[in-house]
């Protein structure tokens, strides 16, 4: 166990300390975050590991839809306005089922952000995930803090100039990379990359990989914490989502005030010192540059490396963890209560040790009930009715369609030998890719017989015809009633498709027109 005076204390200081904030913009100051360790370290790169695998990789996986479709497992076929998700296809007049998945998405941002903070800001969020990949190479070529900072104060040199060049050259390859990838989306990915390499690809490709190379460098290395702080709404939005009872990284001072480098000194002077040291590892490490002893900040994306490292202080100093940690604002007020003697005194480390260094009973502790509440089940049901109304939709939805227009002028034609007839559009949606015979019937219509336009066959009450994979079939439709049957000016009937080889069927009532004495 190390006394305190053996804790490096590191240099650091918060950009937005509470002492030099400013309530507007304020000139950037370059952060260095020093290198983390420890579980949540471990966590976020497990994220990142797996969103830039799937942002990556997804998609050059194959998906074999049978010899009529394509077979990129993932793809938004902008052409034929198709988007193909594994087994699942959406057509546009499906747009309902991407509305609802956005639907999904921001109520469980919402429930994520009234549970557990801001997490999806310091885990999953593309900005922080970028910005840690950056890190990572900008840490391998430059070195750890104190070696940035000393370069980056150090006049030009070829080692600098080298060092930078390389740092650059390689976030602009990921910017590329990240901007090629986005590309890939949309057409096949191996015929694309072919395509970009050779400079036969669209000029429309070609600009979306330079505007994506040129966001991604420019958020994901050079301003960093600024888009989180100016830039992103959510900080913002987020403070509406959270009561009492969310989870936010929060620094306990009352068990870390009064804070002291020299606490065998200060005790044998008889003054109460807390558990925090000063060391400024909790500012070091955070990639925003804030110090959490200043209390909750916009700036916070709770991704909790302060958390791993005051952990690892607290370790060295054989004192327990959580100084900082995942906290509720209802526990910390009921803590900082003891501390206080009810907010009538400041805080007293006594007040929270037992005379043998043990916490006292009276502490309150995190438990997952916590963040369960009313408005939790109420998100959480919100979610999955939403998901659950998806799910039903996709397996029970049909995918044989049916419209029919019909003509407006003129509404219908005496024919010489006095029959009526009704000239219609009729449009057959095919929403498998496969081929398929299906059969038109007319159904309701006495003595109604159909002729097709570019069909050789006589007038009947029913025809096949063949619907090519995904594709929509027009056909020009003339249905025909003999005088004597018709028995009103205006008759219902219905337009009725059937796949020969399945179940599947699809009708439309649509209207015949007569003139009044026709009956």
């Not at 902008?78 to 609802?100: S, T």
């Not at 549970?115 to 840490?139: I, K, M, S």
């Not at 501390?339 to 043990?358: E, K, L, M, Q, W």
């Not at 009704?422 to 398929?436: A, C, D, F, Q, S």
């Amino acid at each position: 166990m190390l006394d305190q005076m053996q804790v490096e204390r590191l240099e650091a200081e918060a950009v937005n300390s509470a002492k030099t904030r400013q309530p507007l913009y304020a000139a950037r100051k370059k952060i260095f975050p020093k290198r983390a360790s420890g579980r949540f370290r471990q966590f976020k790169w497990l994220v990142m590991a797996i969103t830039l695998g799937i942002y990556y990789l997804t998609p050059w996986l194959r998906w074999d839809r049978g010899a009529f479709a394509p077979d990129q497992a993932v793809l938004l076929d902008l052409a034929n306005r198709r988007f193909y998700c594994f087994f699942v296809e959406i057509w546009p007049q499906e747009f309902y089922y991407v509305a609802g998945l956005l639907m999904m998405a921001g109520v469980g941002l919402f429930l994520i952000t009234s549970t557990v903070g801001r997490a999806w800001c310091g885990y999953a969020c593309p900005q922080t995930v970028w910005v840690d990949l950056f890190l990572v190479v900008e840490r391998a070529i430059e070195g750890d803090r104190n070696a940035r900072i000393k370069l980056d104060a150090a006049p030009w040199s070829a080692r600098k100039l080298f060092l930078r060049v390389s740092k650059h050259a390689i976030w602009i390859a990921i910017a590329v990379a990240t901007g090629g990838a986005w590309i890939f989306y949309f057409a096949d990915a191996p015929t694309l990359l072919g395509e970009v390499v050779t400079g036969a690809a669209a000029p429309v490709a070609y600009v979306t990989v330079l505007v994506l190379t040129g966001t991604t460098y420019v958020f994901g290395g050079l301003m960093r914490e600024q888009v989180c702080t100016y830039m992103c709404p959510w900080p913002r939005i987020q403070a509406a989502m959270l009561d009492e009872n969310s989870l936010t990284v929060t620094y306990n001072d009352w068990r870390g005030e009064p804070r002291s480098r020299h606490a065998k000194k200060a005790t044998a002077a008889g003054q109460s010192v807390g558990d925090c040291v000063d060391c400024n590892a909790c500012v070091a490490v955070c990639p925003m540059g804030i110090d959490i002893r200043d209390g909750q900040q916009l700036e916070c994306i709770t991704c909790a490396l302060c958390i791993d490292a005051c952990d690892s202080v607290m370790d060295k100093l054989g004192r327990e963890r959580g100084l900082i940690s995942y906290a509720t604002l209802a526990d910390y007020n009921a803590n900082m209560a003891v501390a206080t003697s009810g907010g009538t005194s400041p805080v007293d480390p006594a007040r929270v040790r037992t005379a043998s260094g043990n916490f006292v009973d009276g502490l309150a502790h995190f438990h997952l009930g916590k963040i369960f509440r009313l408005r939790t089940y109420i998100y959480l049901g919100v979610w999955s009715a939403i998901g659950l109304v998806l799910v039903y939709s996709l397996l029970t939805r049909e995918r044989l369609e049916l419209n029919v227009l019909h003509d407006r002028n003129p509404q219908f034609v005496t024919l010489s030998d006095g029959s009526i007839r009704n000239g219609y559009t009729v449009k057959l949606l095919n929403m498998i890719p496969e081929p398929r015979t299906i059969e038109v019937r007319l159904e309701g219509l006495d003595g109604g017989e159909m002729s097709v336009v570019g069909i050789d066959q006589p007038p009947s009450r029913s025809f096949p015809i063949s619907v090519e994979p995904d594709r929509l079939k027009t056909l020009k439709v003339f249905v025909r009633q003999p005088a004597g049957q018709i028995k009103k000016p205006i008759q219902s009937f219905e337009f009725r498709i059937a796949d020969r080889a399945g179940s599947e069927s699809a009708a439309y009532t649509a209207s015949f027109n007569a003139p009044e004495n026709s009956k």
